[in-house]
Structure formats: C-alpha cells, structure tokens
C-alpha cells in the first residue's frame, strides 16, 4: 500500500519543489495568494478544516496549543523601530522588513512555539506595533 501511495515527480516539478524550498515565509505566501487569485486554488480549505475541531473544544483547545503565527496587525507611530524589530525577528533585507510593516496585517512568522512568540510579540509592541498571535 506505500507504494501506491508514492508519488513520482519530473525533472520540472522537482525544479518547483526545490525553488518554493528556498523561499522565505512571505515569498511563500505571496505565491500562495498569486496561485489562488490566478488559478482559483484555496490553500485556505485543508487550513479550515484541520482548525475545525480546535474550534469546538473551546478553552482547553487553547490551552493545548504549542504553536501560534505571529501576525503584525498594526506598524504604529514607531515604524522603523518595528521595521528595526521584524528585521531581528525574520532575518529579512531591510526592504523586505519594510514592505511587510507597510503591508500589515500580515504574518510575520508561522509555526512559531508559544513562548517564542510570546517574545517576538513582546518586542514589537515595545517598539510601538500591535501583534495577534493566531
């Protein structure tokens, strides 16, 4: 049954898995959003459904999770302090830390465990922008 499970993939296709690979958090979501306006493909219904059942179980479900997106809902009045701050945190180009303050709300990182996340959110808000943990 593993090997129907298998998937053979071309010279091509290898080529696109090993570029997406190389890409940052934002370059991949970029691509994700480009793919799903151009093509009508929704990365977002696999997402909802597997948070489906967190959903119900209300406080507890909370309580159990380990990992959360940090997203930058708000730049503030402090901007390049921010900027200076989701540089640090994501190791961005200056430019890119910039366009993704101008662009909030956005993730600025995803999967990240509770107690780092804790600090990112810690350190923006101390430079002035507004964090949600998701």
């Given at each position: ?18 570029a997406l ?39 507890a479900a ?15 009045a402090q ?56």
């Amino acid at each position: 049954m593993a090997d129907e499970a298998t998937i053979e993939l071309s010279s091509e296709e290898k080529a696109v898995i090993t570029a997406l690979e190389k890409l940052n958090v934002i370059q991949l979501n970029n691509v994700v959003k480009f793919m799903e306006q151009e093509y009508g493909i929704s990365a977002a219904a696999p997402m909802a459904m597997a948070a489906a059942p967190a959903a119900g179980g209300g406080e507890a479900a909370e309580e159990k999770r380990n990992q959360y997106n940090v997203e930058l809902t708000d730049s503030g009045a402090q901007k390049i302090a921010v900027i200076k701050v989701v540089r640090e945190i994501t190791g961005l180009a200056l430019g890119d830390a910039k366009a993704l303050v101008d662009g909030a709300p956005k993730i600025i990182k995803e999967a990240v465990p509770t107690a780092d996340a804790e600090a990112m959110k810690k350190k923006i808000e101390e430079a002035g922008g507004k964090v949600t943990l998701k």
